[in-house]
């Protein structure tokens, strides 16, 4: 596999990949047309804030499979259009938690001690011991503006400083912010009037951008804000205006709308504003571990396993993995051989989980299914984007458990809708991971689903089979297996033929002549050499 990255990463994250055996071509600080060029026959892209993924670098890369994010934001990717594209796209969360959250605190004691603005004119000569006096941090109130990983490590190193901590984030419990030590506000505004320090937390989106404006910094009062986050959460002009001329007390910046920093940004006419060029993550530590986190996504994403930072597809924790691994390729099938046996249109699809297989994480399972539905309708499609492809369709898709399972330990059956018309087929594992398709549309089949297979209905009369195996013979086919269910004696009966090579259309022409003969549906499975 071919890995592009766009942006410098450690070397211990380029040394995974090539460890692996996988090609890796560095070429940083392209854009345009030469990031579209560079990008066209790569199979991963590795980046960080300074390439923007765009749907035309979509477009320009069919056999794109992941973007890794070499950190935590992803606004500079167009997650949609990945997904449309089945390209998964993951960052590295966890890598440089640790080192943004201290370098949030350092920012934090630098703005409440004036300490760069003392060394500055210490160096300079001055010993302005008495222009200086600073806030500590004990019995103060810290707003933080979203307790998601990095305010979860901030929280607990400032709690530990004395400080009482105030938390607004929608997305979260009283109970988990409980486990901070940190009281839950449902209002901005009441965690900014509260608090002596404010941390802000959260990405930037749409609902995020701008959200400490004039009116917010007017509700803080004589308070100091700290953003180690992302850029534009904060108007930045507001924040030097309500600083320079109150009331704020001073603010301590990492990010920015625009980086670099334009140089007639008023945050640098500013002397209590403190401003660090984006090194929240700048450590030895953190460089390396997003570094080598991202490559072994991107290593997960070439050995079809979880990713387990995907954002735009359905993952599982990786100790789970094993147990589901299995029931992917089943659901996958039952999903292949239940849409060719309905037919091109598809109202709904469900995914039924019995037994042990009911108790597990299945998000990713009930993707392979949808997989499996849309394979055969030549739609490009993974996991990745199959449940987004049924959402633009208008397809129905519904899941359900029980977790007792008569006849199998565990049993999957995917069923697929067209109006008031339906069908079902269920796969299981026998012993040793052997996939089997035990149920068609009802009839008790065991039949090992690979390659060419072909589904026949007929009326259970003498002589039936002897007719079908005789047109196969006759058209230069070998039957490699075969799987016979009936209702009733004398009534309908359904057989499952492993084939060895694709049945031609005039033998089906001649099956479906017989009136004995309700209907032939030929199925193509993995392995086969052909599709219908």
Sequence with gaps: MKVLVTDPIADAGLETLRDAGHEVQTAYDIEGDAL??????????????????????????PDLRIVGRAGIGVDNIDIEAATDHGVVVANAPEGNVRAAAEHTVAMTFAVARDIPQAHS?????????????????????????????????????????????VVYDPYINEERAAQFGAELVDDLDDCLARADFVTIHTPLLPETEGMIGA???????????????????????????????????GAALDVFAEEPLPADSPLLDVDDVIVTPHLGASTEAAQENVAVDTAKQVLAAFNDEPVVNALNAPSVDESAFPRIEPYLDVADTAGKIA????????SGVEVHY????????????????????????????????????????????????????????????????????????????????????????????????????????????????????????????????????????GGEALTVYNLDDRLPDDAVERLLADDRIISVDRIVLDGADSKR
């Design 36 to 61: 579209l060029d560079a990008v066209a026959d790569a199979n991963a892209l590795i980046i960080r804030s300074g390439t923007e993924v765009t749907a035309e670098v979509f477009e320009a890369a």
């Design 121 to 165: 004119r210490l160096k300079d000569g001055e010993w302005a011991k008495g222009d200086y006096l600073g806030r500590e941090v004990n019995n103060k109130t810290l707003g933080i503006v979203g307790l998601g990983r990095v305010g979860q490590e901030v929280a607990k190193r400032l709690d530990s400083l004395g400080m009482d901590l």
């Design 215 to 249: 009116e917010e910094l007017e509700t803080m009062g004589d308070a100091y804000l700290i953003n180690c986050a992302r850029g534009g959460i904060v108007d930045e002009p507001a924040l030097a205006e309500a600083v320079e001329h109150g009331p704020v007390a």
């Design 339 to 346: 849409a060719q046996l309905l037919g091109e249109r598809i």
């Design 354 to 489: 019995e037994g042990d297989i009911a108790n597990e994480q299945v998000d990713l399972v009930t993707a392979s299914a949808l997989k499996g539905v849309f394979s055969p309708l030549e739609y490009e499609v993974n996991a990745v984007n199959a449940p987004q492809l049924a959402e633009d369709r208008g397809i129905e898709v519904t899941e359900s458990k029980t977790r007792q399972a008569e006849d199998f330990q565990s049993l999957v059956t995917v069923t697929v809708k067209d109006g008031d018309t339906e069908l079902s087929v269920c796969g299981t594992l026998f012993a040793g991971d052997d996939p089997r398709i035990v149920r068609i549309d009802g009839y008790r089949v065991d039949a090992r689903p690979y390659g060419q297979m072909l589904v026949a209905r007929n009326r259970d009369e003498p002589g039936v089979i002897g007719l079908i195996g005789t047109v196969l013979g006759d058209a230069g086919v070998n039957i490699a297996g075969m799987f016979n269910a009936r209702e009733t004696i």
